[in-house]
């Protein structure tokens, strides 16, 4: 498909059975791994399959029958926070031992806070795989892969009704970050990810039936969500530090450090952002788009 090129082949159920069926493979393959000695990328994997494919009902939800969707997107929400929060550490653990020097009393501290919370959240996950809540997520994604139970609405064109929706999320995306050189907070930042990913996800539902366009502006989206991600990471090391309670001049080079990360990543976001913008309204410029 060319960059400008419609699909309207592509129906509104061939587009949520793929996506269905995506993570049901991403789950049956990293579902081992993640149980097996809990390994790190296989935890990551899972959780990201969850996560993003919650996301990706919450941009269909419009064309979703209520049930039994919306239970499915409560179970992975469970699901996604359950392996969120061992995969969080791992995360917070790789990037403080970059920042710690290896043996000191800081360092020492630091790591073994994390690893008595790391040994925690492993018997969660555990609990969680081996739970009946998790094999009923598991066999319900697979009956809803072979029927997703749309109705009529599974043969109407996905353009016609996605692109709507798509255009609902790039305004509610406008809106929401506004003036992108104004002065944020750390949770403002935050906010502005949490933002970007929801509209990501629309663009890659999107690019399977609106080609390359689309598919350009869920990568640069996905650059400022890694960006704003990064920044979001170093707050949460700062403050996983401030509940350490060691004082503030035996762990002052590490704040500094992570503080000067924090300032030279800020504002990197938002010249992908203006470029994102952009690209965004170059996909409902053309005219078999708009006139959808």
């Given at each position: 498909?060319?960059?400008?090129?419609?699909?309207?082949?592509?129906?509104?159920?061939?587009?949520?059975?793929?996506?269905?069926?995506?993570?049901?493979?991403?789950?049956?393959?990293?579902?081992?791994?993640?149980?097996?000695?809990?390994?790190?990328?296989?935890?990551?994997?899972?959780?990201?399959?969850?996560?993003?494919?919650?996301?990706?009902?919450?941009?269909?939800?419009?064309?979703?029958?209520?049930?039994?969707?919306?239970?499915?997107?409560?179970?992975?929400?469970?699901?996604?926070?359950?392996l969120g929060e061992l995969r969080d550490l791992d995360v917070l653990s790789e990037l403080l031992s970059g920042h710690?020097?290896?043996?000191?009393?800081?360092?020492?501290?630091?790591?073994?806070?994390?690893?008595?919370?790391?040994?925690?959240?492993?018997?969660?996950?555990l609990e969680m795989l081996e739970s009946k809540r998790y094999a009923r997520i598991v066999q319900r994604l697979g009956?809803?892969?072979?029927?997703?139970?749309?109705?009529?609405?599974?043969?109407?064109?996905?353009?016609?009704?996605?692109?709507?929706?798509?255009?609902?999320?790039?305004?509610?995306?406008?809106?929401?970050?506004?003036?992108?050189?104004?002065?944020?907070?750390?949770?403002?930042?935050?906010?502005?990810?949490?933002?970007?990913?929801?509209?990501?996800?629309?663009?890659?539902?999107?690019?399977?039936?609106?080609?390359?366009?689309?598919?350009?502006?869920?990568?640069?989206?996905?650059?400022?969500?890694?960006?704003?991600?990064?920044?979001?990471?170093?707050?949460?090391?700062?403050?996983?530090?401030?509940?350490?309670?060691?004082?503030?001049?035996?762990?002052?080079?590490?704040?500094?450090?992570?503080?000067?990360?924090?300032?030279?990543?800020?504002?990197?976001?938002?010249?992908?952002?203006?470029?994102?913008?952009?690209?965004?309204?170059?996909?409902?410029?053309?005219?078999?788009?708009?006139?959808?």
């Open positions: 498909m060319s960059k400008s090129e419609l699909d309207t082949s592509l129906s509104g159920g061939e587009v949520v059975t793929r996506f269905i069926r995506r993570e049901v493979k991403s789950i049956a393959y990293n579902e081992p791994l993640a149980h097996e000695n809990l390994d790190t990328e296989g935890v990551h994997q899972l959780r990201v399959s969850a996560r993003r494919l919650r996301s990706e009902l919450r941009a269909m939800r419009s064309v979703l029958p209520r049930e039994p969707w919306r239970e499915l997107s409560e179970d992975l929400k469970w699901m996604g926070a359950v710690l020097v290896l043996g000191t009393t800081l360092h020492d501290t630091v790591m073994a806070a994390l690893d008595e919370r790391r040994r925690r959240r492993h018997r969660d996950v009956q809803l892969s072979r029927h997703p139970g749309l109705g009529d609405m599974a043969k109407i064109p996905a353009a016609e009704l996605f692109v709507p929706v798509l255009w609902g999320a790039s305004c509610t995306y406008f809106e929401r970050i506004g003036d992108p050189s104004q002065r944020r907070s750390d949770d403002g930042l935050h906010q502005v990810r949490i933002a970007t990913k929801k509209c990501r996800y629309n663009f890659e539902i999107a690019a399977l039936f609106l080609g390359e366009n689309a598919h350009e502006v869920a990568q640069k989206l996905e650059v400022i969500q890694d960006i704003l991600g990064k920044v979001h990471d170093r707050v949460v090391a700062i403050s996983f530090l401030d509940t350490l309670g060691p004082r503030e001049e035996v762990d002052v080079d590490v704040r500094w450090a992570l503080r000067g990360e924090i300032r030279e990543l800020r504002p990197r976001w938002v010249d992908h952002y203006l470029d994102a913008r952009h690209k965004i309204l170059e996909v409902f410029a053309h005219d078999e788009v708009r006139n959808l």
